[in-house]
């Protein structure tokens, strides 16, 4: 259990400013600067002007314990990211915004949960594919919709790189 596993009932007020600080308003405020200055960009720039959030599936289906985190990404990828490719257009008329989604990613932030077994099997469960990604599946993905020439009639989209998954199985409540 990692020191942020917190039900909503439990979750401190600042755990969740936090989490939404980082996930939701610092690209918030990337995304105002970066459409600011792309205003006053050569025409070049504009024509392949792309904005790609990294999402969850935590966004899509909840994770028990972190809502702040699904709550964070959800509206990243489903206020955020639609809203923002209607308005980039206004700037750079072929200007993109989408979402690349993984799941679980074998990075060394997620290694010690990834290490056990069990986990792995219940999180896997509703995954026809049935392995965790790699961060080369995910920056495949974030290479190809950031192409103009792959994805440049591509917006709006968020784009799940989650083996499949279908939805989360259930875990039993943690002891308090």
């Given at each position: 259990?990692?020191?942020?596993d917190t039900?909503?009932?439990d979750?401190?007020l600042?755990q969740?400013?936090?989490?939404?600080?980082?996930n939701l308003?610092?690209?918030?405020?990337?995304?105002?600067?970066?459409?600011?200055a792309l205003?006053?960009?050569?025409e070049a720039?504009?024509?392949?002007?792309?904005i790609i959030?990294?999402g969850?599936t935590a966004?899509?289906?909840g994770e028990a314990?972190?809502g702040?985190y699904?709550a964070s990404?959800?509206a990243?990828?489903y206020?955020?990211?639609?809203?923002?490719?209607n308005e980039?257009?206004?700037?750079?008329?072929r200007g993109?915004v989408?979402?690349?989604?993984?799941?679980w990613?074998a990075?060394?932030?997620a290694?010690?949960?990834?290490?056990d077994e069990?986990?792995?099997q219940?999180?896997l469960a509703t995954t026809p594919?049935?392995?965790?990604?790699t961060?080369?599946?995910?920056?495949?993905?974030?290479?190809?919709?950031a192409s103009?020439v792959?994805?440049?009639?591509?917006?709006?989209?968020n784009?799940?790189v989650?083996?499949?998954m279908?939805?989360?199985l259930?875990?039993?409540?943690?002891?308090?």
């Open positions: 259990m990692s020191k942020n039900p909503i009932a979750m401190d600042s969740w400013t936090n989490t939404l600080a980082v308003t610092g690209p918030f405020l990337l995304c105002k600067a970066y459409l600011r205003r006053s960009a050569p720039v504009k024509r392949t002007a792309s959030f990294i969850s966004g899509k289906f314990e972190h702040d699904a990404k959800a990243l990828m206020g955020l990211t639609p809203t923002l490719k980039i257009v206004s700037i750079a008329p993109r989408n979402a690349v989604n993984p799941g990613v990075t060394p932030m290694e010690a949960t990834l290490r069990a986990f792995v219940k999180a594919l049935r392995k965790v990604a961060p080369e599946d995910v920056a495949r993905q974030v290479a190809v919709v103009p792959l994805s440049g009639h591509v917006t709006g989209m784009i799940m989650e083996g499949g279908e939805g989360r259930l875990f039993p409540p943690t002891a308090r």
